[in-house]
């Protein structure tokens, strides 16, 4: 009788062996995996370096060559978290799965899909999400009451560069003062921060509820930023009663449920 747990079975065949080798190096914590995570992290800050600068290499002869071999890394990058997933469907239904498609379908459609280029930065945003290998060095050195303003300025910095490409692709035009993408990144950081200067402007209905939108997304994510920054530090400790995540340092009693906790000093 084959009394082997089913840890120790073989494989059903070669494509569970590959889907399994895959979940390990995608979630598993050992040190061959981490390195497979931080090599990936790597490729992706290099690739969303290339998507900030693409609206401005776009006329260089390698920039067909560097768009292709990305849509070959994020196409591969992509079918392979598709076998490691444990459930396809819930994986397809997820936000950063979506976004992470609609990025690659611009890579791979450049002719049919160009005036959607701008959308490539997202997968800053979606990189972000990835709490291991993003966050997961600020857990390890008690660094967490940072994560949320990391989070913040990743937010933050994806929204001035999506609409940074989003005004470049539909308002650049001659006589309109947006003449390059220079002038896009300055028109957007100028409605954000409401410092209006008034030298560059969108013309028409659709360019002033585009500039609406802007002053308005942009006021919330500063002041989201700045809380993460300026308010009361908090510590990682959840309740053990009702899960609430974080408290104050001197704590005594959950604010939530009042459950007595016990959260030790930072140098214990």
């Known amino acids: 009788m084959d009394e082997r747990t089913p840890e120790q079975a073989p494989p059903a065949s070669m494509f569970e062996d590959l889907r399994a080798r895959l979940r390990l190096l995608y979630h598993g914590r050992s040190k061959p995996a981490v390195r497979f995570q931080y090599a990936l992290l790597a490729a992706d800050l290099a690739i969303i370096a290339f998507f900030i600068a693409s609206p401005l290499i ?9 768009d292709a ?20 469907r819930r994986w397809l239904r997820q936000l ?18 160009a005036n959607f280029g701008f959308l490539r930065i997202l997968r800053l945003w979606t990189l972000s999400r990835r709490d291991g290998v993003v966050w997961g060095p ?6 967490r009451e940072w994560e949320e303003s990391g989070r913040a300025i990743v937010n933050l910095v994806t929204f001035l560069f999506v609409t940074t ?17 220079l002038d896009a ?21 659709g360019g002033r509820l585009v500039s609406i939108a802007v002053m308005i997304i942009g006021i919330s994510l500063f002041v989201r930023l700045a809380q993460s920054i300026f ?20 704590a005594v009693h959950c604010k939530a449920c009042g459950h007595v906790l016990n959260i030790p000093d930072e140098g214990a």
């Open 58 to 66: 776009r006329d260089r002869p390698s920039f067909l060559w560097l």
């Open 69 to 88: 071999a990305v849509a070959a890394i994020l196409l591969a990058d992509i079918a392979a978290r598709a076998l490691a997933a444990t459930d396809l």
């Open 96 to 113: 950063t799965t979506i976004v992470d498609l609609v990025v690659l379908a611009t890579l791979l459609f450049p002719a049919w899909l």
């Open 138 to 143: 600020l857990r390890k050195y008690h660094l």
């Open 165 to 181: 490409g989003f005004i470049y692709t539909f308002f650049a035009r001659q006589g309109s003062g947006i003449e390059g993408y």
């Open 185 to 205: 990144l300055y028109f957007t950081v100028t409605s954000v921060t409401t410092t209006g200067y008034g030298d560059i402007t969108l013309s028409g209905a």
């Open 231 to 250: 308010r009361p530090r908090k510590v990682y400790f959840p309740c053990p009663q009702c899960g609430l995540q974080t408290h104050d340092p001197d």
